[in-house]
């Protein structure tokens, strides 16, 4: 049918609110204006039942009570609906909703005239209803379902604080104006599919109690959803937004879905809060999108596999140091791109924390892959033996051997091409199985060799990434090295002259090592991403060889010349700080040198510190003197000791300037000009 409410039809238009009102508000009967064309603007908060809208006053000092008051005309269901508004109100007093009127009237305890509402006791239905004049809902509490499928709205439409007791649903409607859902509450599921919004769109401090579903949406112009509170989940996938999309302070309490979205423009999350993760898998980014000052819960990250994103036409902002540990890609295969994407578009903005982080992330994965190929079943290669072993039943292992034989596999998705192999087969297997090129020896050596040297820089560095985890890692190894060369020096024999140190001596080491590795042991575990496996790793490296020379320079015994004599020497011309690049653990056996080489005075109170300063020369190649082992009467224990720690010494210098030239923007330039 065609209703005309234009001007001009004055007559038939008030006759027509006035019967409708009337019918709607003395009973609950739907509306059905399906397949009709509304001429004129349509008013639909008139069509509903005015009613005011206040809690009760209570005496004492409370200032409302627990229910508010509601006309007697509805029913005791209609009741229970009509205060579920109260109580998303009562929950909005810590989440304040700008300029909600309602709100403000059923948290006083006098009625107003501004705090009536229209109440639509009905079914609302609209589908592939033509509005041809603007429409106006705006304070209008459903109190049941709102069909608007495929629905023209041809003007702007109106739905400010427009409260949907039951499911609505917008799907392949086309507002071709301005629609504003400002402050609106959605109490049930909200259903946007395909919808087009031609102009702007308006849902800024709306709360969706359920699961609101906006796929295959377009936004051609402006969307705001800033303030916005999601209780349930938000699905946004396949939208296209054609112009900026606001999400500034929005509230995501479960997920938020943008699978295949499109932001052709600037999109903004500013101080928004993500409970959950976001899924961002296929996503276009053409613009800029801003994460900055967004929290993010513990169990919340942005999911970024197979995200389009090129770093020279558009920008991902966030807080520099935070924001490159919320991404999260789960594989590397089919992800190098979006890493390298991302770390160089943190790079550009002098983010190299973030970009840090990315890398990190990116050589972790890399980690996991080759322990893949080095442990899994290649199913290319395996007997029928191995793969009936890895869970395969015979029939099953019997297809492959069979497939293979016609033509190698080229990933592991073909095996479900097989008759025999299901779905949940696949998925319990796959992890355990690869594709590809069977291995020689010498390839998996050179695998294994490639994967133990990534996995130490991983624990030791967060591959050159974390500067304060490798200054903790030095800090110990000084520490414990530094202990060693002062009890081979200063604890020597008991029998038959007892050539041990005194107990000042043993008490200022024993402290200082507990402090040095204290400091050293909590800079590991503030950053370490394993801080126990990191600990492992060390100590494998620089406990065993050590430890087992000690216990044969003591089961020996030491019976030499100058055992009175420390086996350390300072250079006695200089007391400064030196970088000593160059310098080796053992004096020359020149003459000149043996003058200018001096024994440490072991009868000094602070002779301690010579022993640290020593590991520190040895490890880092910078000192407070330069000392050195002497080259007579030196038992080779002692001297295979200092060389072993001098090794050390070369991979860890190399292991922080890499990863200084990493984490501090410029230095590696410096460093690779000097």
């Known amino acids: 049918m065609v209703i005309d409410l234009r001007p001009e039809n004055a007559s038939f238009r008030d006759a027509f609110y006035q019967l409708l009102r009337k019918e709607l508000g003395a009973k609950p009967l739907g509306l059905d204006l399906s397949y009709a064309l509304i001429l004129g603007d349509f008013v639909g908060s008139d069509l509903g039942l005015r009613t005011p809208l206040y809690a009760?006053?209570?005496?004492?000092?409370?200032?409302?009570?627990?229910?508010?008051?509601?006309?007697?005309?509805?029913?005791?269901?209609?009741?229970?609906?009509?205060?579920?508004?109260?109580?998303?109100?009562?929950?909005?007093?810590?989440?304040?909703?700008?300029?909600?009127?309602?709100?403000?009237?059923?948290?006083?305890?006098?009625?107003?005239?501004?705090?009536?509402?229209?109440?639509?006791?009905?079914?609302?239905?609209?589908?592939?209803?033509?509005?041809?004049?603007?429409?106006?809902?705006?304070?209008?509490?459903?109190?049941?379902?709102?069909?608007?499928?495929?629905?023209?709205?041809?003007?702007?439409?109106?739905?400010?604080?427009?409260?949907?007791?039951?499911?609505?649903?917008?799907?392949?409607?086309?507002?071709?104006?301005?629609?504003?859902?400002?402050?609106?509450?959605?109490?049930?599921?909200?259903?946007?599919?395909?919808?087009?919004?031609?102009?702007?769109?308006?849902?800024?401090?709306?709360?969706?109690?359920?699961?609101?579903?906006?796929?295959?949406?377009?936004?051609?112009?402006?969307?705001?959803?800033s303030s916005v509170q999601w209780q349930g989940n938000a699905d946004f996938s396949d939208v296209r937004f054609g112009n900026q999309a606001q999400f500034t302070k929005a509230n995501f309490n479960q997920f938020l879905l943008l699978t295949e979205a499109t932001f052709e423009q600037a999109v903004s999350f500013r101080e928004a809060e993500f409970n959950q993760f976001v899924n961002l898998q296929g996503a276009s980014i053409l613009n800029q999108a801003d994460f900055s000052d967004a929290r993010f819960a513990t169990e919340a990250c942005l999911s970024v596999p197979g995200l389009t994103f090129n770093s020279n036409q558009a920008k991902i902002l966030g807080?520099?140091?935070?924001?490159?540990?919320?991404?999260?890609?789960?594989?590397?295969?089919?992800?190098?791109?979006?890493?390298?994407?991302?770390?160089?578009?943190?790079?550009?903005?002098?983010?190299?924390?973030?970009?840090?982080?990315?890398?990190?992330?990116?050589?972790?994965?890399?980690?996991?892959?080759?322990?893949?190929?080095?442990?899994?079943?290649?199913?290319?290669?395996?007997?029928?033996?191995?793969?009936?072993?890895?869970?395969?039943?015979?029939?099953?292992?019997?297809?492959?051997?069979?497939?293979?034989?016609?033509?190698?596999?080229?990933?592991?998705?073909?095996?479900?091409?097989?008759?025999?192999?299901?779905?949940?087969?696949?998925?319990?297997?796959?992890?355990?199985?690869?594709?590809?090129?069977?291995?020689?020896?010498?390839?998996?050596?050179?695998?294994?060799?490639?994967?133990?040297?990534?996995?130490?820089?991983l624990l030791l560095s967060g591959y050159g990434t974390n500067f304060w985890l490798v200054f903790g890692v030095g800090g110990v190894a000084i520490a414990y090295f530094g202990l060693l060369f002062w009890l081979v020096d200063r604890y020597r024999r008991l029998h038959p002259i007892p050539i041990i140190p005194t107990s000042y001596e043993t008490i200022s080491i024993l402290m200082?090592?507990?402090?040095?590795?204290?400091?050293?042991?909590?800079?590991?575990?503030?950053?370490?991403?394993?801080?126990?496996?990191?600990?492992?790793?060390?100590?494998?490296?620089?406990?065993?060889?050590?430890?087992?020379?000690?216990?044969?320079?003591?089961?020996?015994?030491?019976?030499?010349?100058?055992m009175d004599v420390s086996y350390f020497t300072e250079d006695g011309t200089f007391r400064q700080l030196r970088l000593l690049i160059g310098r080796l653990p053992v004096i020359p056996r020149n003459e000149t040198f043996r003058e200018r080489y001096m024994p440490l005075l072991c009868d000094r109170c602070w002779n301690w510190l010579n022993y640290y300063d020593f590991s520190l020369n040895n490890l880092l190649r910078l000192g407070f003197n330069d000392i050195r082992l002497r080259d007579e009467h030196l038992p080779g224990i002692i001297s295979a000791l200092a060389w072993y720690q001098w090794s050390l010494g070369v991979i860890y210098i190399t292991l922080v300037l890499w990863t200084l030239s990493r984490t501090i923007p410029g230095l590696n330039l410096l460093i690779y000009l000097k």
Request: glycine share 4%; hydrophobic share 45%; charged share 20%.
């Open 319 to 457: 807080n520099p140091g935070q924001i490159g540990k919320m991404f999260c890609i789960p594989t590397l295969l089919g992800n190098q791109n979006i890493l390298r994407n991302l770390g160089q578009n943190f790079r550009q903005q002098q983010q190299v924390a973030d970009a840090n982080e990315l890398e990190f992330t990116k050589q972790r994965l890399r980690l996991i892959e080759l322990g893949r190929r080095l442990t899994a079943i290649n199913i290319n290669s395996a007997t029928v033996a191995s793969l009936i072993n890895l869970g395969f039943s015979a029939t099953q292992a019997e297809a492959i051997a069979h497939r293979r034989l016609l033509k190698s596999f080229r990933n592991s998705t073909e095996l479900l091409t097989l008759a025999d192999i299901d779905l949940e087969k696949y998925t319990q297997l796959s992890d355990r199985l690869i594709v590809g090129e069977p291995l020689s020896i010498g390839e998996w050596l050179l695998q294994a060799w490639s994967w133990l040297a990534l996995s130490v820089l």
């Open 56 to 225: 009760q006053a209570m005496s004492g000092d409370k200032p409302f009570s627990t229910r508010g008051v509601w006309a007697p005309i509805f029913t005791a269901t209609e009741q229970e609906e009509l205060e579920r508004l109260r109580l998303v109100c009562l929950e909005s007093l810590a989440i304040p909703l700008p300029n909600s009127k309602d709100c403000r009237s059923l948290l006083a305890t006098q009625s107003t005239p501004s705090s009536e509402i229209a109440v639509f006791r009905g079914v609302l239905t609209l589908v592939q209803t033509r509005f041809n004049g603007e429409v106006k809902f705006s304070n209008t509490f459903f109190l049941q379902s709102v069909d608007a499928q495929n629905a023209t709205f041809l003007q702007s439409t109106n739905w400010t604080e427009t409260r949907f007791s039951r499911p609505v649903s917008f799907s392949s409607a086309n507002f071709q104006q301005a629609s504003i859902f400002q402050g609106s509450i959605f109490f049930e599921k909200a259903n946007f599919k395909k919808t087009k919004f031609q102009e702007p769109a308006d849902f800024q401090s709306s709360i969706f109690e359920k699961t609101v579903n906006f796929n295959q949406a377009t936004f051609k112009q402006l969307a705001k959803f």
């Open 512 to 562: 200082s090592f507990s402090v040095l590795e204290f400091l050293s042991l909590l800079a590991i575990f503030r950053n370490a991403e394993q801080p126990w496996l990191t600990l492992g790793c060390l100590l494998i490296i620089i406990v065993p060889v050590p430890i087992a020379l000690l216990i044969r320079l003591y089961q020996q015994g030491r019976y030499h010349d100058l």
